[in-house]
């Protein structure tokens, strides 16, 4: 996704050491960090810590930046090298882990991601691009289409939680595509339209 005006006035902002802007982009990178460190295998709970510690070292590091490239780089790939060592530590290495990076990389705020990586980065940032444009669709089509595209369950599973038809849960799917539409930017709908159609299903 591309870097809009609204995170570089954030980063501006938390660069100077505003707590403000710092607590922005922690709430603007959370999930998809975690989405990120979760597609390595681990657990949802590790996942979260892991990211937490990040976005705590970002806060002590906010003059090493000098755009929103390089710490959105810091970002994942010390998730990625704290992800790494977990799976060290608990005896489950992954097969390309001669892709770790070294602590001078890291704080050189290189990334050099497989193309595999880039992709599950681009994948994090539509799910959290995804569940924002959600949270913008009135309640009821909300509650589904979160059902079905953040939680993912399918049509038989929310009709049955939900107590309501089918057809229901279909025609709510249809309204928030189509207000999705004219929530999104033309760019963010088209990748977001690639994950509703289930593009990404392998990620």
């Known amino acids: 996704m591309d870097t809009s005006q609204e995170e570089i006035k954030q980063f501006e902002g938390f660069r100077f050491g505003d707590e403000a802007n710092y607590e922005l982009l922690f709430h603007r990178y959370y999930q998809p960090l975690c989405l990120f460190a979760l597609q390595f295998k681990i657990k949802k709970v590790e996942a979260e810590e892991i990211v937490q510690d990040v976005l705590l070292q970002l806060w002590n590091k906010k003059n090493d930046f000098q755009d929103v490239e390089k710490m959105r780089a810091f970002l994942y790939v010390s998730t990625r090298n704290a992800t790494f060592n977990l799976l060290d530590k608990n005896k489950r290495l992954l097969k390309n882990r001669e892709l770790f990076l070294t602590d001078a990389e ?4 290189t990334i050099p991601l497989t193309a595999e990586q880039h992709q599950m980065i681009v994948y ?11 949270m913008q669709l009135p309640e009821q089509c909300a509650k589904i289409m979160l059902m079905l595209y953040i939680d993912g369950l399918t049509v038989a599973e929310i009709t049955e939680e939900l107590q309501i038809a089918g057809s229901t849960v279909y025609a709510q799917k249809r309204k928030g595509i189509s207000l999705l539409k004219t929530y999104l930017n033309p760019e ?5 339209s690639l994950l509703i159609t289930g593009f990404f299903k392998n990620y």
């Open 106 to 109: 890291a704080e050189a705020h």
């Open 124 to 134: 994090a940032e539509m799910v959290k691009s995804l569940h924002d444009g959600i």
């Open 188 to 192: 963010d709908y088209v990748l977001i």
